[in-house]
Antibody, heavy 127, light 112 residues
Framework: QVQLQESGPGLVKPSETLSLTCTVSGGSVSSGTYYWSWIRQPPGKGLEWIGYIYYSRSTNYNPSLKSRVTISVDTSKNQFSLKLTSVTAADTAVYYC???????????????????WGQGTLVTVSS | QSVLTQPPSVSGAPGQRVTISCTGSSSNIGAGYDVHWYQQLPGTAPKLLIYGNTNRPSGVPDRFSGSKSGTSASLAITGLQAEDEADYYCQSYDSSLSGSKVFGGGTKLTVL
């Protein structure tokens, strides 16, 4: 059974960088079958996909966040990480890490769904 | 404003059938991309409920079913139970957003 666990500071000051790590157990981030994602949910609001990383270190980010987001992977620790720069109060949210299972691939893209989620961690941006 | 549109809330009595709609456009659902559904119980992380429009992961009761037609998709829940009270989100892929995954705004299901 795959399990994902987010970790990182629960409070970040405005203009600073939010950094979170997701530790994966019961599966390998080096597997070519899956992508590894971050999703966030502001308090009382809906879900927003942030981006994913593949074991080859290729990434894809939400265009609305692309200029501020970096997702990286550490295969030796079976972890992947999120960095979000220049945060504001609008970045306050529960941040989830998740595994993306490939449904099928075309010549140019693979299409996935989120089959396992971490429990989430609340990050508050405040001075 | 979400790319996929869901009703903010639906309700039903125990035993009844309810449906939740998810309306998109020609750059997402209408382009043929699959729709997936997630259930979020209060205070917990989302859980995969339906993938690939109609498929249920192991362990999801057959009371839950999904369908897709044109630019819309639907989640149906039959034999409504109190434990089904949760938020439900649809998700797809949007070609106009550089391959981003997009979610609906979520629907709160209340079991009366």
């Amino acid at each position: 059974q795959v399990q994902l666990q987010e970790s990182g500071p629960g409070l970040v000051k405005p203009s600073e960088t939010l950094s979170l790590t997701c530790t994966v157990s019961g599966g390998s981030v080096s597997s070519g079958t899956y992508y590894w994602s971050w999703i966030r949910q502001p308090p009382g609001k809906g879900l927003e996909w942030i981006g994913y990383i593949y074991y080859s270190r290729s990434t894809n980010y939400n265009p609305s966040l692309k200029s501020r987001v970096t997702i990286s992977v550490d295969t030796s620790k079976n972890q992947f990480s999120l960095k979000l720069t220049s945060v504001t109060a609008a970045d306050t949210a529960v941040y989830y890490c998740a595994r993306e299972q490939v449904l099928y691939c075309s010549a140019t893209n693979c299409y996935t769904y989120l089959d396992y989620w971490g429990q989430g961690t609340l990050v508050t941006v405040s001075s | 404003q979400s790319v996929l549109t869901q009703p903010p809330s639906v309700s039903g009595a125990p035993g009844q059938r309810v449906t939740i709609s998810c309306t998109g456009s020609s750059s997402n659902i209408g382009a043929g991309y699959d729709v997936h559904w997630y259930q979020q119980l209060p205070g917990t992380a989302p859980k995969l409920l339906i993938y690939g429009n109609t498929n249920r992961p192991s362990g999801v009761p057959d009371r839950f079913s999904g369908s897709k037609s044109g630019t819309s998709a639907s989640l149906a829940i039959t034999g409504l139970q109190a434990e089904d009270e949760a938020d439900y989100y649809c998700q797809s892929y949007d070609s106009s957003l550089s391959g981003s995954k997009v979610f609906g705004g979520g629907t709160k299901l209340t079991v009366l």
